[in-house]
């Protein structure tokens, strides 16, 4: 079992910067390949980012291409989503999560969310 806990969101102007951690408990953490998603309200979950095992290959979204980056620590078992220049479209629940070969369309295990408000 994988349990993953996200931290970070908040409340921002837009322009501004959040950093997102997602923590994962779990010993093979260096497994599973680490995604972001988001669902804004009357909307369908989508993926942001994502990140391999290794990190040496990722993924973005394209209306979040060049504002953010996401990473990971093997040794801290954290995959973080550093976010700039946020806009009032980019509020809404931030997910991490953990897939392990099942693919994006259903991923092994999710966070609870953490929420993202940008104020215009």
């Known amino acids: 079992q994988v349990h993953l806990v996200e931290s970070g969101g908040g409340l921002v102007q837009a322009g501004g910067s959040l950093r997102l951690s997602c923590a994962a408990t779990?010993?093979?953490?260096?497994?599973?390949?680490m995604g972001w998603f988001r669902q804004a309200p009357d909307k369908e979950r989508e993926r942001v980012a994502s990140?391999?095992?290794?990190?040496?290959?990722?993924y973005y979204e394209d209306s979040v291409k060049g504002r953010f980056t996401i990473s990971r620590d093997n040794t801290k078992n954290t995959v973080y989503l550093q976010m700039n220049s946020l806009k009032p479209e980019d509020t809404a629940v931030y997910y991490c999560?953990?897939?392990?070969?099942?693919?994006?369309?259903?991923?092994?295990?999710w966070g609870q969310g953490t929420q993202v408000t940008v104020s215009s």
């Open positions: 990140i391999s095992s290794t990190g040496y290959s990722t």
């Open positions: 779990v010993r093979t953490f260096r497994s599973y390949a």
């Open positions: 999560a953990a897939d392990r070969g099942s693919g994006w369309s259903a991923p092994d295990y």
